[in-house]
């Protein structure tokens, strides 16, 4: 029974996210940043100039977790904060000039990162495991 469970689909995919969060955890400390600060920040560099109620959704992080979160990338320099032009109660999310700079470095490490979890895949499995991951998310999606 307890072969049979840990070669499930979900189990397989929970553990292999543990492993690969704990590998990211580890590359990322070098940069002094968390994988929260990691994923803020790799967000706004592909949809820069968002409002924290959108980056919350987008993350899957409660607004006050991620109110804490930009705090701290607020304090570090790497975030900046300004009230929307047109709704008074929201707040936008701009990264900044330094977090321009750190974000090569996190690219590199990304980069890296994603070339050991395939090594020794053909890229025929490599394709085949991105088609079939996908697959996934978007089933899980329309749950």
């Known amino acids: 029974m307890k072969d049979t469970f840990r070669s499930t689909p979900g189990y397989l995919i929970h553990e292999n996210a543990r492993l690969l969060n704990r590998v990211y955890d580890q ?20 949809n820069d100039d968002v409002t924290q109620t959108e ?22 320099g790497w975030i900046r904060r300004r009230r929307h032009p047109d709704d008074r109660r929201a707040r ?22 994603n070339r050991d979890l395939i090594r020794g895949l053909s890229r025929t499995e490599h394709a085949t495991l991105v088609h079939l991951l996908k697959r996934v998310r978007d089933n899980l999606e329309r749950q």
């Open 27 to 46: 590359r990322m400390s070098a940069l002094g940043m968390t994988r929260a600060q990691w994923w803020v920040l790799a967000k706004l560099y592909f």
């Open 92 to 113: 936008r999310v701009l990264r900044t000039a330094k977090a321009e700079s750190v974000m090569a470095e996190m690219r590199s490490i990304a980069v890296a990162m």
């Open 55 to 76: 980056l919350a959704e987008e993350l899957g992080f409660s607004k006050a977790a991620l109110g804490a979160l930009l705090d701290r990338l607020e304090v570090n």
